[in-house]
C-alpha cells in the first residue's frame, strides 16, 4: 500500500523557516517524480514544486522560487521541503504527492504568524 | 501560465441524479508526448485531495464507474452519472501539462 506522510509543519514568524519531510513506503520511490501541494485555509490547491526521479529537474512556482528548495534521498525514501523567508501568505496545509499526484499525503499545517 | 476555468463553483445535485462539472483551460493542453495531462480530483470535507481521473477519461484504481472524464482541446467535463451521498466535496481539474501546473478553483458539490 502506497503511503505518505508528512512532518515538520508548525508555527513560525514571518521571515522564518520550516523544513518539511514527507516519508514514503509501499512503492519503489527512486521510480517516481514527487510534488509538493499546498493548500490555503478555506481555499483552493496550488502546486508549489516538483523534481524528477534522479534530482536533475526541479520545477517551483513563481510565488516560491528562491525561498523554497525541493530534494529527495532516495535511500531514505523520503522527499523534502526546504521553506525559507516565509511570508504570512505561505500558511497552507502542505501536501506530499506522487507522480502526476496520483496519491497523497495527510499534509502538514504551515502557519506563519507573528 | 495556464488558467483553468471551472464556471460553477457551487453544485447541488439531487441523488440518484446525473451531475456534471466544466472545466476550461486558457490553452491546449496535449503535451509534446501526445498525451493530455488533465486530471480531476475530489477533496471531501477534512480529508486529503483524491484523484478520480487522469489523462481526460481514464478512471483511478477504486473509482466507482459512475464518475466519468472527457473532453479535448481545451474543454473538460467530469460527470457523475447518480449522484451519491458520498460525492459530497469541492472536485478540482488540473492541468499537468505545462509547467507550472495549475488547477482550477474547485466546485463544490453537495445534495439538495
Known amino acids: 500500500e502506497v503511503q505518505l506522510v508528512e512532518s515538520g509543519g508548525g508555527l513560525v514568524q514571518p521571515g522564518g523557516s520550516l523544513r518539511l519531510s514527507c516519508a514514503a513506503s509501499?512503492?519503489?520511490?527512486?521510480?517516481?517524480?514527487m510534488s509538493w501541494v499546498r493548500q490555503a485555509p478555506g481555499k483552493g490547491l496550488e502546486w508549489v514544486a516538483n523534481?524528477?526521479?534522479?534530482?536533475?529537474?526541479?520545477y517551483y512556482v513563481d510565488s516560491v522560487k528562491g525561498r523554497f528548495t525541493i530534494s529527495r534521498d532516495d535511500a531514505k525514501n523520503s522527499l523534502f521541503l526546504q521553506m525559507n523567508s516565509l511570508r504570512v501568505e505561505d500558511t497552507a496545509v502542505y501536501y506530499c504527492?506522487?507522480?502526476?499526484?496520483?496519491?497523497w499525503g495527510q499534509g502538514t499545517l504551515v502557519t506563519v504568524s507573528s | 501560465d495556464v488558467v483553468m476555468t471551472q464556471s460553477t463553483l457551487s453544485l447541488p445535485v439531487t441523488l440518484g441524479q446525473p451531475a456534471s462539472i466544466s472545466c476550461r483551460s486558457s490553452?491546449?493542453?496535449?503535451?509534446?508526448?501526445?498525451?493530455?495531462?488533465l486530471h480531476w480530483f475530489q477533496q471531501r470535507p477534512g480529508q486529503s485531495p483524491r484523484r478520480l481521473i487522469y489523462?481526460?477519461?481514464n478512471r483511478d484504481s477504486g473509482v466507482p464507474d459512475r464518475f466519468s472524464g472527457s473532453g479535448s482541446g481545451t474543454d473538460f467535463t467530469l460527470k457523475i452519472s447518480r449522484a451519491e451521498a458520498e460525492d459530497v466535496g469541492v472536485y478540482y481539474c488540473?492541468?499537468?501539462?505545462?509547467?507550472?501546473?495549475?488547477f482550477g478553483p474547485g466546485t463544490k458539490v453537495d445534495i439538495k
Open positions: 488540473m492541468q499537468g501539462t505545462h509547467w507550472p501546473f495549475t
Open positions: 489523462k481526460v477519461s
Open positions: 523534481i524528477r526521479q534522479d534530482g536533475s529537474q526541479k
Open positions: 509501499g512503492f519503489t520511490f527512486s521510480s517516481y517524480w
Open positions: 504527492a506522487r507522480d502526476r499526484l496520483g496519491y
Open positions: 490553452q491546449g493542453l496535449v503535451h509534446s508526448d501526445g498525451n493530455t495531462y
